[in-house]
């Protein structure tokens, strides 16, 4: 029975999305909001409004963004809102996840009033239960779109959303906290993931059993979850690191590869930290690895369905390269982001041209 009315309610939510996406249904809501607006009395109006995750999942990356974001935001009034609470009226809102924006749609209507922006990293329709046609026809309503990286630009234009509302912006990582060092050929091959499953870990375990000559960390959370953690902890050439995100860059230092063999990513932004850190990069073909490496040259691209073998033998070859990978990826700082954002929305820079000028 309880399985049942789980149903009913998922299959509720995504007839009402569905309804609210219809162009004729959006455009009467936005002119009764409008329209009733001026009978509503003065109150506070903030610039710009972050919609980040639920207080639940507080240090994940979307959280991260919106803050870096609202940090170089001088002069604006900023506040940070979990999903599902309530959102003040504001200019600009930023929803940090599309399922956000989607679920604010009945009831925040004063969200019509303002402009509305919303950064998209990667489609997951069976996990949210929208399918991509509905949910391109919701967010062509939003007044932009931020693409991860250009393959979901591509993605969500053929399924409708008009190209002039979507903008790809990769993500980042702070070029101060993240540091160039020496890399070694007896350095380590690192990994840095959450574990899920769209994270491969059998192909991670397959990977450290196949170079027992090399030393292995990985760095992350959750992955005593492992059905077969015991195995993966047990090897001796591997180390499991569970610490604090500003201890990662000195766990970089050791590496001289990273390794991503994720089947689906947004990014991932442990790839930026990782090059950022002069580590040579083998990772999946996915998320925005293909707009940063250059294969071959500043690192190695995977294909998804690729063995643990291939894997092995880029891994080898990573430490024969010599390039500066950090200088490749100098571009993804966080202020090169966030001023790319705010030129988008059509807001002021606020120094930060200025200040990469001096930087760069």
Known sequence: MIIFIDKMKRYLRIKMWTILSIPLVHWLIIHFVRRSAVTIPDIEIVDVVFVMPPANQSGWILEAI?????????????????????????KYYFFSHYMYYIQALSSCYS???????????????????????????????????????????????????????????????????????????????????????????????????????????LMGKGWESYPLFSQLIAQPNFEYVTTEYSQYAKYYDQMSV??????????PIPLIEAMMSNVVPVVSRTGFAPDIIQHGENGFLVDVNASATQYCELIEKAFEIQTNIRDSVLFCDWDSFSLK????????????????????
């Open 111 to 217: 969200m019509y009033l303002g402009r509305v922006y919303i950064y998209a990293t990667h489609l997951e329709p069976s996990k949210h239960g929208i399918d991509n046609y509905t949910l391109a026809r919701i967010l062509s309503h939003a007044d932009g779109v931020f693409c991860m990286n250009s393959k979901l630009k591509e993605v969500l234009n053929e399924f409708g959303v008009p190209s002039e509302k979507l903008c790809i912006v990769v993500g980042a990582a702070s070029c101060n906290q993240f540091q160039s060092h020496e890399r070694h050929t007896r350095g380590k091959v690192g990994f840095s993931a959450a574990y899920y499953w769209r994270k491969s870990p059998d192909m991670v375990l397959n990977i450290i059993r196949k170079m027992p000559d090399r030393l292995f960390v």
């Open 66 to 90: 919106c803050r870096e974001i609202g940090m170089r935001l001088a002069g604006y009034s900023v506040k940070y809102c979990n999903n599902g609470e309530k959102l003040p009226r504001a």
């Open 341 to 360: 954002i705010q030129k988008f929305m059509g807001m002021s820079d606020n120094g930060i041209r200025q200040k990469l000028r001096r930087n760069f």
């Open 258 to 267: 990273f390794v991503s063999v994720s089947q689906l990513e947004g990014g």
